[in-house]
């Protein structure tokens, strides 16, 4: 399989797969892209349960020809080796609904699958004599962490992670700079999109990305989006077979809610369903940053500067996946292809935390109550049939926002209570590029 940068319409750039996992962006600024599409069948997936198993099937083509081919299955082991339990809902009339949670990785977000696989990939690209990467990192909180855990103590790679000071959750803060060893956090006097300048730009600067070896690890990278789509279709599979249809037999196709903010996750469902696999409409549940909503209800894309909210982690106005998902659909209709989008506000989001325990015997974190409104929404609106919503994070990240709505503490899963307990540091720096470049000039 070779990949194209959506900017290259002509195709005339191909780059192999490790060539672009391990650039992240390309070097015409597009997003990596498969030239093309594998189809699957469920049937291709008999006899295969875990998401490793299933993993490793679904990722096979966009593996052929790469170096890492022998090591799919073990990347796939070592990487995704994570739950992602699917909750059953309380039952309604209109049919069944389930929470797929994402959040039982070392950070609690779903993120640690994605970011586990790529810092797995990148390891296996790397020869004994390359220097040492510096993966740089801007993270409005759980992009941050993720990357930390998956590289932490990773011999050859250190990562350095750019925060906007005051604007992450205060357990997100410490998270960040629990790690230490050769994990460095920054917080930056600034916001989210001074924090990604700053990271552009140093990635952008060839000179100063060969004198750092500086490597990215951001939600575009395409090492992060294959493995997202493994646990798409692992739960597309898992409601296929315990619906009792056959293989080939025709089914009520599950509808999915997916928290959204810059596009990666609810992109790599989109993926899943194009394959073949047996997925109905998606839609996004945004925050009352509207691009999205905005884009489907017929209006123009119009990306903007982002708005805070208090789901954080989808503060973003502008979602760079935009970008392949307009090339995935350049010869179709995308406002037609069973994709819809809805912006929740934050009062509506407070509702959904107070209410979950009692509504669904759930307590949400911000990004779920999201996807908890939408799907109320379309009951409310007579949809019928399953529905499977994606749970992104625990609760507990955000217990600066949810214990006081739910009127009690919220327990951190084992990781993150264990992450929480570890002095945290982390280092003040100005929004500047150079302030950086000095930084990283002085070394640890
Ligand atoms: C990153 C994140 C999202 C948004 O995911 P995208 O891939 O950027 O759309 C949603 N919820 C949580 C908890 C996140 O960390």
Redesign the pocket.
Known sequence: MRYFSTRDLRQEWPVTLDAALSAGLAADGGLYVPERRPSVKVADFDGLTTLPAIAERLLAPFFAGSSLVPQLGAICREALDLPCPIVALPPSAEGESYLLELFHGPTA???DFAARFLATCLARLRRPDDERKTVLVATS???GGAVAAAFHRRPGFRVVILYPDGRVSARQAHQLGAFGDNVHALKIDGNFDDCQRMVKAMLADRHLAARFALTSAN?ISLGRLLPQMAYYAYAALKLRRESGIGNGESAELPTLII????????LAAILVREMGLPIGDIHFATNANRTLPDFFGGGEYHGRPSVATL?N??D?GD?SNFERLAWLFRERNLRQSGIHAHSVDDATIRRWIAAGESRHGQVY?P?TACAAEVHQRLRDGGARGRMLLVA??HPAKFNDVVEPLVGHPVAPPPALAELLQRPSHSEQLVASKDALVARLEQGW
């Open positions: 977000a779903f993120k909180g759980d992009t939600s928290p959204t903010g810059n596009l990666g996750n609810a789901a982690a989808m973003v979602p974190c990004h992104t994070a």
